[in-house]
């Protein structure tokens, strides 16, 4: 089994190898990819020492999966270029997702979508993954028609300048290597990514347009708010979800407690409820503080919480790997 990793030296990209590892993936040739100035770098894998090489390089190497994370220039231009030699390509960039010829999965909800035509697919923003898991067997069980989101996001979902920043603003009050345009230590920024002609960020397009593809419900109604917090270990999100029929919180907790991947962290009285500290490194979606809302018929509110980096990125992506293994698209 032949693996790229593109981007293998990055933030997420070094998790990925991580995951891979944990998972036991049957890798047996690892390719890892990085820029042309790591080309000829050693990096450890499974006790063993591979060299990096250039996305070039990699394409000619013919691989099985090659599993995506150095930015949607990069994955425009080099995706296409592995499908074509017959790698199946899990993108976890932008650049794929709302392709109208590209699966957009989590696999929990809808990995059986994916067939043998489909060599690129798409891996979803982190915050729209942790959502999703939590939110589908939901709207399985009552159908969804509103949500309002406010995301609190971790630092590591900008990337390794944005942790050194934070880091350096934490020991030293200031930072010379500006991620963003203020002070992110002691600080809430209300903007991820950049500002759009509506007034939205991307990051909380993202949240719409992706949570209306993977539900296949292109119309339903969304809207977000995400906040750039002071926090390393993962992303928190506060959920007021309407649904269609009556809900019963009840039926609700047993409907969490037996959904795959889900982690129903939900008792107040004992101060227990999902933080990023308790998510950090796990692969899990923690989910927690559920209360009906009282301001409006058929309406909850949960409080969601998983670590960006793993299911939100890596973990995801390697479940999508494994997910083609098992339905026998890619050869072990």
Not at 218 to 236: K, Q
Not at 296 to 317: C, E, F, Y
């Amino acid at each position: 089994m032949r693996v790229a990793v593109v981007g293998a030296t990055g933030l997420v990209g070094t998790v990925m190898l991580k995951v891979l590892a944990e998972r036991g993936f049957p890798v047996t040739e690892l390719i890892p990819v990085a820029s042309e100035k790591s080309a000829g770098k050693k990096i450890q894998y499974a006790g063993k020492e591979w060299e990096v090489c250039t996305v070039k390089e990699a394409v000619s190497h013919k691989p099985d999966i090659a599993i995506f994370s150095a930015g949607a220039t990069t994955s425009l231009e080099w995706a296409p270029a592995f499908a074509r030699e017959g790698t199946f390509v899990i993108d976890n960039s932008s650049a794929w997702r709302m392709h109208p010829d590209t699966k957009l999965v989590v696999p929990e909800i809808n990995a059986s979508e994916i067939t043998a035509e489909d060599k690129i697919i798409a891996n979803p923003n982190c915050s729209t993954i942790q959502m999703v898991v939590a939110l589908a067997p939901l709207h399985k069980a009552y159908g969804i028609s509103r949500l309002v989101i406010s995301t609190y996001q971790s630092v590591t979902g900008t990337g390794a300048k944005a942790v050194q920043q934070f880091e350096d603003e934490r020991a030293h009050g200031k930072s010379e290597n500006m991620a963003y345009q203020y002070a992110i230590d002691k600080n809430c920024i209300p903007q991820c990514d950049v500002f759009l002609d509506n007034g939205y960020t991307k990051e909380e397009m993202k949240l719409v347009n992706e949570t209306r593809k993977i539900f296949s419900a292109p119309y339903l109604r969304i809207t977000a708010t995400a906040v750039r917090v002071p926090v390393v270990g993962g992303h928190s999100e506060s959920v007021n979800v309407e649904f269609i029929k009556p809900i019963d919180l009840t039926e609700v907790r047993n409907l969490l407690t037996a959904a795959e991947g889900v982690t129903l962290l939900d008792n107040p009285e004992k101060f227990e409820y999902p933080m990023p500290r308790f998510a950090h490194d796990k692969d899990d979606v923690f989910v927690g503080r559920l209360r009906i809302d009282e301001s409006n018929p058929n309406t909850m509110n949960m409080w969601i919480v998983s670590d960006n980096l793993r299911k939100g990125a890596a973990t995801n992506a390697v479940q999508i790997a494994e997910y083609l293994l098992k339905a026998g698209l890619v050869a072990r």
